[in-house]
């Protein structure tokens, strides 16, 4: 797949370590310009993606006449982590840029950033604290400050098709069975049974963060509790949704998109009716509009164990403003016009592929009438969560804790085995 939408974005990660981001901030300040009123300001993304942001580039101008903002566009995510760590090492890296979600507890951890509370506090500021979910903020938040805030966001949904579903045998719809409060975890099992015993996928999900841990919120399990303890192996909620989840891929009931081969992949089967369910976010119309029949696709939330809607995994990408900036009011005014609700319905506007991370942006989503049930991308925003701040914030664990689930996955490794292995893991999260 050429695209790698928010749920599935790699940064080449190795080289970045939190040593090096200390050794390189300690070596001069950052680009933007000789004069308070130029910053820079740098992200990756397609040239589609470059257009918006160079539209958004301009409305700032005219709001804020004395600010000139340059754009620094990479077109590939691991491209754009190459050339801010160079950038960084130069100390010409940009005064605003954005992050992922895997690794920004690294950027955090390594203090290169600059607390960001006082551009959503004040009666002056464009956006709100309160305009946020909280549970987005990850490990963006801690004790000391507020290092990142989400630009925007996708949720995972459960994308699916009505004709596969219908070809199974299956009469009842998900999301009106989830806007009825029955959409339970049982239920949507079934519905997978009944479509790999047609010959077909029953759902296709990514093996990262969102996954497992959705799957454990569903079936009402705890990964960490309030005091930040890695607390699932302790948890027969908990260790039944990991069993769970074994059972169904183990039994081609659930398949790893990841692994799917180059012509056969997830998007291909998903537009030639061959599978019931497609977890991913809001990206998905494009995937749907490629089947060339987008009405039969729809949107549901997470089944749950007692049909009722609850929380499930968000990913979302942050806009953060490095520490050394020589323009910090410049910088604040611009990451606050971005994360506005104005800012945000400007940028995902007609035919954008997130989700706005604030209150006031809904049109982005609901104008065009699509997916049928696209208000469930804003509810599941309002519900949802980010990674575990304790497992975001150490470098390569979310990582390495899909490695060991994916073993679980392809049947290599026991539910009980794949339990204590992710609680070794998880040590360094302490």
Known sequence: ??????????????????????AVTACGGAAGGNASSKITWSTWGTPEEGQRFKKFNTQFKTDNPSIEA???????????HSKLLTQLTSGTAPDVFYVGDDHIGKFVSAGVLMDLTPVVSGAETNVKMDDFNPALFGAGKTDKGLFAL?????????????????????TENPAELAAAGTW???????????????????????????THWSWVAAHGGQVFDAAGTFVLPQDPKSVAAIQSLADAFTSKSFTVADTLPDGSGADSLFVSHKAGFYVQGRYGIATAEQSGSK????????????GKPGPSGVAASYLVINAKTKAPDAAKSFVGDFL?????????????????SVKGADSVVLDGNYPAHA????????????????????????????????????????????????????QKAV
């Open 375 to 426: 208000k469930s991308f804003l509810e599941m925003t309002d519900t949802g969560f980010e990674d575990f701040s304790q497992e975001a914030r150490v470098p390569g664990l979310s990582s390495d804790v899909s490695t060991a689930m994916l073993t679980m996955y392809q049947g290599k490794a026991s539910a009980p085995d794949t339990i204590a292995a992710v609680a070794k893991l998880m």
């Open 295 to 306: 009405d039969d696709y729809d949107i549901a939330p997470w089944p749950t164990v007692s």
């Open 150 to 170: 989400p630009n925007d966001c996708n949720p995972d949904v459960f994308w699916f098709d009505k004709k596969a579903l219908a070809a199974a045998g299956i």
């Open 1 to 22: 797949m050429n695209r790698i939408p928010l749920s599935r974005r790699n940064f080449v990660a190795g080289a970045l370590g939190v040593g090096t981001l200390l």
């Open 340 to 356: 506005s609700a104005k800012g945000q319905t400007l940028r995902l506007a007609e035919g954008g592929n997130a989700v706005p």
């Open 184 to 210: 339970s975890i049982d239920t949507f099992l079934a519905m997978c049974t009944k479509l790999a015993a047609k010959g077909m996928t029953g759902a296709m999900f990514w093996n990262y963060w969102s």
């Open 70 to 80: 340059t754009l620094q566009m990479v077109p590939s995510y691991s491209d754009y």
